[in-house]
């Protein structure tokens, strides 16, 4: 995945969940700088952000995205929901070691590579199909549950050559 923004001016529902995942992708370099340092404030803040970005992008995904692409692709749509149940309890337990050992948890690497092979994924996959099959889905609610900043322009199912 790249950290660049959406163009100006071809913005669409799959690129602003790209750009969600970017966000979450600079929060968790700041915890694991925060690990790193073991600075409590710091890693306090950075994980308050990361888990209520987290939350609210898999509940987005879970009640506008997943119910329509598990028509097409039922197995995928049930393992990213089974991820996504998986990095909720993570999250749970992750929050109160954070209180015990700040700045020692030999879990948390791992925990921050699956989510970030998770985002890659569906990149490749669920949002690839949302681009050419948007069919049905509430954009605008989307982007509400989002809580992204409004885009400029009028959204569009796809980009030109997204296929
Ligand atoms: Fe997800
Ligand atoms: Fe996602």
Redesign the pocket.
Known sequence: MTASSPPAGSTTLRDQ?IA??HDLERVIRQLLVGFDKGIPEDLVVSWNRFETTLVR??SV?ERFVLPHFERAHATVAMEIRADHVEFRQRLAEMRSDLRLHFGRLPSARRFLGRLEA??AR?DRV??SWLSSHRGGIDGDALLRALDRPAPSIRLRATSDGES
Do not use: A, F, Q, R
Request: net charge negative; aromatic share 10%.
């Open positions: 969940l969600d995942h992008h898999m995904e998770h985002s569906e669920l949002y």
